[in-house]
């Protein structure tokens, strides 16, 4: 069993910073693609940044220069720092993986049940 477990958001003004955190833990052997997700209300989830194994990255056009996504690869961990916040990064923020649990098993991609982020103007 694998699970996703994100902290870290909460309420922040625009033009402010917030760090969102992604821990996975249970039967893993290995994590390729780690990434961030938002939905916001009555909108589709959207990727915000991804990161590979290798530290590969990458990112929505509309935060690029804002979010910097980075990921701990001895503690299963990935981290979304956000910084010039605005409030139409407003949403749900999800942690996605890709994991495999056993060799020559295939990578499944894992959820987490995402954690809130709202920008007030």
């Known amino acids: 069993q694998v699970q996703l477990v994100e902290s870290g958001g909460g309420l922040v003004q625009a033009g402010g910073s917030l760090r969102v955190s992604c821990a996975a833990s249970?039967?893993?052997?290995?994590?390729?693609?780690m990434g961030w997700y938002r939905q916001a209300p009555g909108k589709q989830r959207e990727l915000v940044a991804d990161?590979?194994?290798?530290?590969?990255?990458n990112y929505a056009d509309s935060v690029k220069g804002r979010f910097t996504i980075s990921r701990d690869n001895a503690k299963n961990t990935v981290d979304l720092q956000m910084n010039m916040l605005k409030p139409g990064d407003t949403a749900a923020y999800y942690c996605k993986a890709a994991i495999r649990s056993r060799p020559g098993g295939l990578n499944i991609y894992y959820w987490g049940r995402g954690t809130q982020v709202t920008v007030s103007s």
């Open positions: 990161i590979s194994s290798g530290g590969s990255t």
């Open positions: 249970g039967s893993i052997l290995s994590i390729s693609t």
